[in-house]
């Protein structure tokens, strides 16, 4: 069974952190920069970290090129 959650990411961070904000809902900070997907990776990592799985069961499903996203964990 699938969970969909909905992220508001923050780059340029002085640290990466994750932090619950509401039902389903988180902000992420990292010190990755948007350019070339580093970003995105970046946050599968620390949703990965935060929720103690894989990185492969984590899918951006929208906002590949927003601050916003939804995500779609295995």
């Not at 952190?17 to 990776?41: P, V």
Request: glycine share 6%; net charge negative.
């Amino acid at each position: 069974m699938s969970r969909i959650i909905r992220v508001h990411v923050q780059t340029h961070a002085h640290e990466d952190r994750m932090e619950e904000t509401g039902l389903d809902e988180y902000k992420i900070w990292t010190t990755a920069i948007s350019e070339k997907g580093g970003a995105n990776q970046a946050v599968i990592e620390i949703i990965a970290d935060f929720f103690d799985i894989v990185p492969s069961s984590i899918r951006i499903i929208s906002g590949n090129k927003s601050r916003h996203k939804l995500i779609e964990i295995l």
